[in-house]
């Protein structure tokens, strides 16, 4: 096969190493830094032109955490933890890009990444036993191991509106919000899509904006975020509970929520009076835990009517006109697509300058060059905003072209939906690891605690492949198949699957409807390391 560098022309210079990492979000940083520590070549490449990842795009106004910082931070390294403050218990998008930044100059890692790169191919070339990697910087890369620490909500959905590209103030994306401020102050914005992004930024754009029309095509469920400034006694407090926080994290289903662990408590097993007790306590305090309030709000369909009763009567309490309330009270199940996290976002709409457009029934017919039409309806607008989503776990893996053994394409090994062993390796692709791919628990889970332990997997696989002299390591299709099996089994248990969320790519016009992470981080920590004690189980090594 031709190597794939090559096909990219302007060749000017080679580069040969151990480890090609892709991305320098929260896991090609910490891959990198791991992997050199661990004596290993390595570099990364991205396309942005700084690190950060998800928290380099998406500047969005609003943009932030909703795992609280002290959570959804690294841990690895005690000095760092000590020496980094966060002021808010939920960050912010700046403070969080800057404290990767701090990372990176922290950890030196900008000498080994080459940013403003993408890479469009990878090429397994067995005779090598190499990968070759076709970049769009003209450098003929090789490496033995590729790390694709792409990020699993990178890859962004713009709505498929007629006309879209006529409009003449600005269309634009969270997920790829301009660098540059964007004034809002005096413009007549819309808002398209009510998930998380949509959510935190529709209660700052409408403070900002002259007039905010959001389109909601299906209501969202979200509680209050609860987000406040850390004081310095508090901050010193936390710092020093350090190692027990990251302890009872780690033994929580999704990985987070130290402080706050899900009751194991059925919902039905009390009277009425104690449960709107518990979830008025949640309510005012809980973020995302909220859904902890009982153990079986997941799992079982009575309890998670309780909860979402419960949250439709608060929309009912706190927005005036009954018919926007009525029309912001979703009629699903709650947490079946991803809960969100909110500052102010129902008390939005009680303001004379935001209206709700309803485009479930009727929806947005076109785009002109002034605004939207939804029905009869012209809506005139200076700028729109796109809160549409992500071509969530698979979307930044399929915009790479993947040959993997035989030139067989990752595109075409994942027709029917992405099959992997762990969430880490692929059948037929050989040296190559996924960083929370699909099968690992991923978007279910804290991502950084996620992250830190699938790096540190990979890591030591690697140093074990070096030690007993193994060149080769790759999923034996045997164990992918009854991996990808059980990650269904386990989501079978849960009501998870039982609305068209992007967990299960329904979000996507043709993607196949896969459920797509592993529910639960604890025992999924246990069989990777049982699988690596016993000696790489369920990967062939040569
Ligand atoms: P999302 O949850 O997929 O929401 C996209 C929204 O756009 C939905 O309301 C969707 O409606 C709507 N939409 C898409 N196409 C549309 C169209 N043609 N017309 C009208 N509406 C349309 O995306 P997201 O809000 O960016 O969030 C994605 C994930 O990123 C979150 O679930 C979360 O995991 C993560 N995230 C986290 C944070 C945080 O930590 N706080 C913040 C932002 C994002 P339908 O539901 O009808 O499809």
């Known amino acids: ?189 819309g808002v398209v899509g009510t998930g998380s992004s949509g959510i935190q930024s529709i209660p700052v754009i409408a403070a900002e904006a002259a007039h905010l029309t959001v389109f909601q095509r299906t209501a969202a469920y979200t509680v209050p975020a609860a987000n406040r400034p850390v004081d310095p006694d508090e901050a010193a407090a936390l710092k020093a509970e350090y190692p027990a926080i990251r302890a009872a994290a780690a033994q929580r289903i999704f990985g987070f929520g130290a402080r706050q662990p899900m009751s194991e408590v059925p919902a039905l097993s009390v009277d009425d009076d104690e449960r709107r007790r518990v979830f008025e306590e949640r309510w005012a305090d809980a973020g995302l835990q909220f859904l902890g309030a009982f153990a079986d709000i997941l799992a079982d369909r009575d309890a998670n009517a309780a909860a979402a009763g419960f949250v439709r009567g608060k929309i009912a309490a706190i927005v005036e006109d009954p018919e926007v309330a009525a029309r912001l009270m979703p009629d699903t199940l709650i947490g079946c697509k991803r809960l969100c996290a909110d500052s102010g976002y129902y008390e939005t709409f009680n303001r004379d300058d935001v209206e709700l457009v309803d485009v479930s029934a009727v929806p947005i017919s076109g785009v002109d060059a002034t605004g939207v039409q939804v029905g009869e309806r012209h809506i005139d607008l200076d700028v729109l905003v796109c809160a549409t989503g992500f071509d969530a776990m698979t979307g930044a893996l399929s915009k790479i072209a993947v040959a993997g053994r035989d030139g067989r394409t990752l595109a075409d090994a994942w027709s029917a939906g992405p099959g992997t062993y762990l969430g880490l390796g692929v059948a037929g692709f050989p040296n190559l690891f996924l960083v929370n791919g699909p099968g690992s628990p991923s978007v279910l889970s804290n991502m950084v605690v996620s992250i830190e332990h699938h790096v540190g997997w990979i890591t030591e696989c690697l140093e074990h492949l070096r030690t007993t002299g193994r060149a080769t390591i790759e999923a034996e299709p045997g164990a992918q198949a009854a991996w990808v099996e059980y990650v269904g089994a386990v989501a079978s248990f849960t009501l998870f699957p039982s609305c068209n969320s992007w967990y299960l790519g329904a979000n996507v016009p043709g993607k196949p409807r896969v459920f797509l992470p592993l529910v639960g981080f604890p025992p999924y920590v246990e069989q990777c390391t049982d699988v690596a004690a016993d000696g790489y189980r369920g990967f062939v090594t040569a």
């Open 1 to 189: 096969m031709r190597p794939a560098a090559a096909e990219e022309g302007n060749v000017t210079e080679r580069d040969d190493v151990d480890v090609l990492i892709v991305g320098a979000g929260f896991a090609g940083l910490y891959m990198l830094h791991r992997a050199r520590s661990a004596g290993f070549r390595a570099v990364v490449l991205e396309t942005g032109d700084g690190v950060g990842g998800t928290w380099y795009w998406n500047r969005y106004p609003g943009a932030r955490c909703d795992v609280e910082s002290i959570e959804y931070s690294y841990q690895f390294d005690d000095d760092l933890q000590q020496e980094w403050t966060w002021s808010e218990r939920f960050a912010a998008q700046p403070e969080i890009l800057a404290y990767l930044e701090h990372v990176a100059d922290r950890f030196d890692l900008r000498r080994d990444i080459t940013f403003g790169t993408r890479v469009g191919r990878l090429a397994w070339d067995g005779g090598a036993q190499r990968w070759t990697v076709g970049a769009d910087d003209g450098v003929a890369r090789t490496a033995r191991f590729v790390v694709l620490a792409t990020g699993s909500l990178s890859s962004v959905n713009l709505p498929d509106l007629p006309g879209l590209d006529t409009f003449a103030g600005p269309v634009l994306h969270t997920g790829r919000w301009p660098h540059e401020p964007v004034d809002l102050a005096g413009r007549r914005v």
